[in-house]
């Protein structure tokens, strides 16, 4: 039986606007569903919180949050998010919709993928996170299940239900989020995350890619969680002998333990990629690994194939290759053909000129032509290849081509290693005369900065200082300071003075004051409370609700938040909660009953019960008279005395 025939939602149309089709994936937070948005005419994606979780304020917060990160991002490699609403107790994201496959899915049935595979999946997945990364977002939940190929053979990656943003507190309070084969060790040690847990997780799925196996497996998570602790991601050369070491290298730098160690989010990841792919050779990126799946295709256009479609799809020379390595069969002459010869000319009877008419007729052809391929081919040259070349190799490749160096400028880059060719004026491939000169710019490396002095600085002075230097403010963290006003930075990290890359995230440490001493105010008119608190420096807040108590009078503290005795910053809020007076409860008459029932009735009704025996009553067991009336009021838990006789 069709499972989606039992989804009450398939058939059903959306706050008025989406119409569900078909159910597409169930998840433990979430349906998504193919659906039409009928104002727009367009099938989407519809993404549609579980109801029993709709209730739970965090995983609603989590929800709007993902259409907010995401929304922000707009990048061509990152599923769009269009819209985020509500309809009953359903909450819902309406998403692009992309048709294809996961990467999961094109692992479990083709294995491990050859290598120019891998790199073509992995550098659009890194080039997303890293848009999210110089956005300020980490992903945190990297996985196969979460990058779609679609049948375009477009790579995009989805789910940022987890994101979080890098200046604020990251800590799970010990719950660990994520999937276990792919958290980073700090993610499980203590939950935080930063840019580097999603190229951890990316080194992970490069391993996978290229071996068809996660790097460490388990019977239980918690055996993989202690593997990604206390082991590091073995080399795919140990599984897949022969590989190119240029791939062990990228697996290794991703997936240090030590997160100082790795590349310090996808951009910087993404540019050891490319520079290592381009060390890579033809028949290493072409390698079949064994552990490649062996899969027959009755239809040429299926959508698995989208990931060697795209591979044989025509593709710019690469910079590291010469026109002459790429198999391109340039017949040079066959555009230059001599012109027809003209047709002969009409001479009159008895005329001496024919023959030399046609030595001249053949002679000016042989000039044409000769003109032609002059003009053409041997005046002119194109520009060899010279991108990621040092310029000591750009001039002997310019040398070659008949060409000269012309002007040479000088670029920061984050992609392309110092010293190596960024661009070239004209560009490659394009035509010149011989002899003309071609200009190139060199590569700086990374445009590198001193983190401004910090300490000191008020926040927003801070956050505005580091802007203007180049640099991103990054985590935000708090602590007390004797010497360090609120509200102005302690310490960045890393520290005032130190060079580092351009548009590279600094922490700041942030001060709190001088930690106070929270007084104890229960029990207080509310006036000498704010008097106290005000004057520790401390701001108050009164509470809405009053509560009733039998212990403090009308207007007095019950209670505090935070309690007395904890610590607090100077400006810190004291919520107080006043007393409206205790609680009055109408007395039972219990006159001329028994003890016992006198007791129960009254303890019932809240109060206590003093028994009044005198010598006349010491062997009675009726109620001779009570202290308060019955149907009298007297507040819950006061002493009712009754007389016995």
């Given at each position: 039986?069709?499972t989606?025939?039992q989804?009450?939602?398939?058939?059903?149309?959306?706050?008025g606007?989406?119409?569900?089709?078909?159910?597409?994936a169930?998840?433990?937070?979430?349906t998504?569903?193919?659906?039409?948005d009928t104002?727009?005419?367009?099938v989407?994606a519809?993404k549609?919180?579980?109801?029993a979780?709709?209730?739970?304020?965090s995983f609603?917060e989590?929800?709007i949050?993902?259409?907010?990160?995401?929304?922000r991002?707009?990048?061509?490699n990152?599923?769009q998010?269009?819209d985020?609403?509500?309809d009953?107790?359903?909450?819902?994201?309406a998403?692009?919709?992309?048709a294809?496959c996961t990467?999961?899915?094109?692992?479990?049935?083709?294995?491990?993928?050859q290598?120019?595979a891998?790199?073509?999946?992995?550098?659009?997945v890194?080039a997303?996170?890293?848009?999210?990364?110089?956005?300020?977002?980490?992903h945190r939940?990297?996985?196969?299940?979460?990058?779609?190929?679609?049948?375009?053979?477009?790579?995009?990656v989805?789910?940022?239900g987890?994101?979080?943003?890098?200046?604020?507190v990251?800590?799970t309070?010990g719950?660990?989020?994520?999937?276990?084969s792919?958290?980073a060790?700090e993610q499980?040690?203590?939950?935080?995350?930063?840019?580097?847990?999603?190229?951890?997780?990316c080194?992970?799925?490069?391993?996978?890619m290229l071996?068809?196996?996660k790097?460490h497996?388990?019977?239980s998570?918690?055996?993989?969680l202690?593997?990604?602790l206390?082991?590091?991601v073995?080399?795919p050369?140990?599984?897949v002998?022969?590989?190119a070491?240029?791939?062990?290298?990228?697996?290794?730098?991703a997936?240090?333990?030590?997160p100082?160690?790795?590349?310090?989010d996808?951009?910087?990841?993404l540019?050891q990629?490319r520079?290592?792919r381009?060390?890579?050779?033809?028949?290493?990126?072409?390698?079949?690994?064994?552990?490649?799946?062996?899969?027959?295709h009755?239809?040429?256009d299926d959508?698995?194939?989208?990931?060697?479609?795209a591979?044989?799809?025509?593709?710019?020379?690469?910079?590291n290759?010469?026109?002459?390595?790429?198999?391109?069969?340039?017949?040079?002459?066959s555009r230059?053909?001599?012109?027809p010869?003209?047709p002969?000319?009409?001479?009159?009877?008895?005329?001496?000129r024919?023959?030399?008419?046609?030595?001249?007729?053949v002679?000016?052809?042989?000039?044409i032509g000769?003109?032609v391929?002059?003009?053409?081919?041997?005046q002119?040259?194109e520009?060899p290849?010279?991108?990621?070349k040092?310029?000591?190799?750009?001039?002997n490749?310019?040398e070659d081509a008949g060409?000269?160096?012309?002007?040479?400028e000088h670029?920061?880059s984050?992609?392309?290693?110092?010293g190596?060719i960024?661009?070239s004026d004209?560009?490659?491939?394009?035509?010149?005369?011989g002899?003309?000169?071609?200009s190139i710019t060199v590569?700086?490396?990374?445009?590198?900065?001193?983190?401004?002095?910090?300490?000191?600085q008020k926040?927003?002075?801070?956050?505005?200082l580091?802007?203007?230097?180049g640099?991103e403010?990054?985590?935000v963290t708090?602590?007390?300071?004797e010497d360090?006003?609120?509200g102005?930075?302690?310490?960045?990290r890393?520290a005032?003075?130190?060079?580092?890359r351009s548009g590279?995230?600094?922490?700041?440490?942030?001060?709190k004051?001088s930690?106070?001493d929270?007084?104890?105010v229960?029990?207080?008119?509310?006036?000498?409370?704010?008097?106290e608190l005000?004057?520790?420096?401390?701001k108050?807040?009164?509470?809405?609700e009053r509560?009733?108590?039998?212990?403090?009078?009308k207007?007095?503290?019950?209670r505090q938040t935070?309690k007395s005795?904890?610590?607090?910053a100077?400006?810190?809020?004291?919520?107080l909660?006043l007393?409206?007076?205790?609680e009055?409860?109408e007395?039972?008459?219990?006159?001329g009953?028994s003890?016992d029932?006198?007791?129960?009735?009254?303890?019932?009704a809240?109060?206590q019960?003093?028994?009044?025996?005198?010598l006349?009553?010491?062997?009675?067991?009726?109620?001779?008279?009570?202290?308060v009336?019955g149907?009298?009021t007297a507040?819950?838990?006061?002493t009712?005395?009754?007389?016995?006789?």
């Open positions: 039986m069709d989606t025939l989804d009450p939602l398939v058939g059903q149309v959306l706050d606007r989406y119409r569900i089709d078909a159910r597409i169930v998840g433990g937070m979430a998504v569903y193919r659906a039409v104002r727009l005419d367009r989407l519809l549609v919180m579980h109801p979780l709709a209730v739970d304020a609603v989590r929800f949050r993902e259409a907010k990160s995401v929304a991002l707009a990048h061509p990152v599923v998010v269009f985020q609403g509500t009953g107790s359903y909450v819902y994201l998403m692009e919709y992309v294809g990467l999961r899915d094109v692992l479990r049935e083709r294995g491990a993928l290598p120019r891998a790199l073509d999946i992995l550098e659009p890194l997303a996170l890293g848009a999210a990364h110089r956005a300020g977002f980490v939940d990297m996985k196969p299940e979460n990058v779609l190929i679609g049948d375009d053979g477009r790579v995009k989805a789910d940022f987890l994101v979080r943003a890098v200046d604020t990251t800590n309070t719950t660990v989020l994520g999937t276990v792919y958290l060790p499980i040690e203590d939950g935080t995350a930063d840019p580097r847990v999603d190229v951890y997780a080194g992970v799925m490069l391993y996978e071996t068809g196996d790097p497996d388990g019977d998570p918690a055996v993989i202690y593997k990604h206390h082991e590091d073995p080399p050369s140990a599984a002998p022969g590989m070491y240029e791939l062990d290298e990228l697996v290794a730098s997936t240090a333990r030590t100082a160690v790795r590349p310090h996808a951009v910087a990841l540019a990629v520079d290592g381009g060390r890579l050779s033809e028949e290493q990126l072409d390698a079949v690994p064994p552990q490649a799946l062996a899969v027959d009755d239809n040429g959508r698995t194939t989208v990931i060697p479609r591979l044989t799809t025509p593709r710019p020379l690469p910079v290759e010469d026109e002459e390595a790429s198999g391109a069969a340039l017949d040079r002459t230059f053909a001599s012109p010869p003209p002969p000319s009409r001479r009159r009877p008895g005329s001496r024919g023959p030399a008419a046609i030595v001249v007729a002679l000016l052809v042989l000039g000769a003109g391929w002059y003009i053409n081919s041997g002119f040259t520009v290849p010279l991108l990621a040092t310029q000591e190799q750009a001039e490749r310019l060409l000269e160096l012309g002007k040479v670029a920061y984050d992609t392309v290693e110092r190596q960024i661009s004209p560009k490659a491939g394009e035509r010149i005369r002899n003309d000169s071609v590569s700086d490396g990374p445009e590198t900065v001193r983190v401004p002095a910090l300490a000191g926040l927003d002075k801070a956050r505005a580091l802007k203007e230097g640099l403010p990054g985590m708090r602590e007390f300071s360090v006003p609120r102005s930075v302690v310490s960045a890393p005032d003075g130190t060079k580092v590279t995230a600094v922490a700041l440490v942030v001060s004051g930690p106070i929270i007084p104890d229960t029990g207080s008119d509310e006036a000498d409370a704010r008097s005000t004057e520790a420096g401390l108050v807040r009164i509470a809405t509560v009733n108590s039998s212990e403090y009078d207007g007095q503290v019950v935070p005795g904890s610590t607090a100077e400006g810190d809020t004291v919520t909660t007393s409206k007076g205790p009055m409860v007395v039972p008459d219990v006159v009953a003890v029932d006198a007791t129960r009735a009254l303890e019932g809240g109060f019960v003093d028994e009044d025996r005198g006349l009553g010491l062997f009675g067991d009726e109620v001779k008279s009570q202290s009336d149907g009298a507040p819950k838990g006061s009712i005395t009754i007389k016995i006789r």
